[in-house]
């Protein structure tokens, strides 16, 4: 007679530690999307009603983690206001949202010698402001 092998002495309980193991990674993953996401909220509320304070804020990864993609300003002189994903934002991923605004200026009413700053309105979830719309002078003379 030989003894029993090492995979069914402790086969099942290495199953059993890999499947609670997996199970609390993916409990773990929950909880930092569903920090991550209430981290966003709270900026984006506080942004939105009182316009700021602007920091601390989350990080870019923390926004997208938790759901929201895109950042809404406004410009200072002009008024117009734009959605920005933060998906395609060239800055690294660890970058609190608010060093984002030194960065952003206005296309609309920009000069060639002044770019007017904007201000962060809020974070959402979707674009909320539509794209410009670019339409040929020359559409409406064909019809």
Known sequence: MSTKSREVIYGGRIIGARIRAEGAQEAARKAVSE?????????SIQMEAHGGPAQPSPTIAQCLNGGYSWLQVKCHRCETEASIPLEHV??????????????????????????????????????????????????????
Request: hydrophobic share 30%; charged share 40%.
């Open 35 to 43: 920090a991550d996401r209430a981290a966003a909220e709270l900026w």
């Open 90 to 143: 060239r800055r690294p991923r660890d970058t609190p949202i608010w060093k984002l605004e030194a960065a952003l200026k206005c296309r609309s009413c920009r000069t060639p010698r002044y770019s007017p700053r904007v201000h962060m309105v809020k974070l959402t979830q979707q674009r909320e402001i539509a794209p410009y719309k670019w339409v040929h002078p020359d559409d409406d003379e064909r019809r």
